[in-house]
């Protein structure tokens, strides 16, 4: 059997239906993963003033989480895909559920740092096993599974500050330990997931030892099959980069320019963040009907005319602007996704690891970079940069179409 049949075989096999259970349920478990890492940032007030840290070891706790949450990612995925571990899900997330419970009750800051690596490691197992898991689910219909999956995800980030602005900002970070019960409900969920998916993974492997699954694309040279993800690794920097601008300093800007209320600039953001929820449940499913390059074309470039736009319009304007950049922009993702994993076919947890790593990564990285600019300028010139950020999008015209090689 050759590989392109090997891929059909698989297809066939193991994703002859869209299991939307078993999408359905990943993503909810996504929801409750996202939910409880963005409780860490929302906590940081709480750490500072507990044990008296300086910004400088504030700093030293979000890199020791982000390098946890987003660098191990790739090498975990790769990992999974020598050695698949159906049952690594519900491990990862038991890891989240101990930094939890060590998170309220340490006294010391080596402890705090140890608790978000074991909340950050979590992550890193949870994201490329997952996204395998959507996958082998999709029946073909990549997209829509990876946007199902993802929706999960943006839901949780968005639930994650308001519940510990609700219960930890309030009655304390001994609370904090409390969410281990969605992290409890979620290993009972991945524990399912991991039996429907065990005999899967293993139909998986075995095509890969027969050779019949390849590790690059069969109508690609190995140089382009390289080429085209460093192209999409582009993208991803100038989408999470000008994500980050928004989802860090949109209530700044919007309080400078306009001089509304905190609350208000608050609501304008929450708009901004459904327009993205959105957008990423869009994205997938006009990938696999229009083809993914196209749709990554026009999210990333797309895009740049209202980013340009938005730092000269009215307040109502820059919310209209925001909801059409949110959802555009958002769409990008799915379909980037899924495009690499179908250039490595026999990579599928290496390449999920590496672009929600490198998501995950450059959304912090950009938070710190662009915040530094803000110190050194001001806002407004923050947004008249990162407005160009989509032209990056022009690199997109060198992706080959998979749909004709």
Partial sequence: MNTTDGQKT???????????SILITISFSHMLNDMMQSLIPSIYPILKDSFSLSFAQVGLIQLTFQLTASLLQPLVGSFTDRRPQPFSLAIGMGFTLIGLISISYVNTFGGILLSVALIGSGSSVFHPESSKI???????????????????GNAGTAIGPLLAALIVVKYGRGHAAYFGIFALIAMIILVYVGKWAKPRLEDLKRLKK????????PGLSRSRVHWSVAILLVLIFSKFFYLASISSYYTFFLIEKFGVSIKTSQIYLFIFLAATALGTYFGGPLG??????YVIWFSILGVA??????PYVSLFWTAILSVIIGFVLSS???AILVYAQELMPGKIGMISGLFFGLAFGMGGLGSALLGMLADATDIYFVYHVCAFLPLIGLVTWRLPDLRKV
């Fill in 10 to 20: 698989v297809a066939k096999q193991a994703q002859e239906l869209t299991v939307y």
């Fill in 332 to 334: 990008a993702f799915p």
């Fill in 288 to 293: 696999d009907r229009y083809g993914r390059k």
């Fill in 305 to 310: 005319p209202f980013t340009m736009l938005m």
């Fill in 210 to 217: 027969k050779g019949d699954v390849a590790d690059y694309h």
């Fill in 134 to 152: 959507a996958f082998l689910a999709s029946g073909g219909k990549r997209g829509l599974a990876q946007s199902i999956f993802q929706v999960g």
